[in-house]
């Protein structure tokens, strides 16, 4: 049996490479469906739309991102 992912929590994922993703898919769909929505985080900022800087505690990080 697998543990069903939750959302809001942050997992290791192995996209591009070993990296962390937080999980923004609804629980009632983490566990019923075959896949879950997650947004890559990195610990490089680049000048794009898509990037968010989190500051240190901020969101629940332990440090910038």
């Not at 069903?4 to 591009?16: M, N, P, S």
């Amino acid at each position: 049996m697998t543990a069903t992912l939750r959302r809001g929590y942050v997992y290791w994922a192995r996209l591009d490479r070993r990296r962390p993703v937080l999980v923004i898919s609804p629980d009632y769909r983490n566990e019923r469906a075959s896949a879950v929505l997650v947004v890559p985080c990195s610990t490089r900022l680049r000048d794009a739309p898509t990037h968010v800087r989190l500051r240190a505690r901020e969101g629940g990080v332990p440090i910038g991102y």
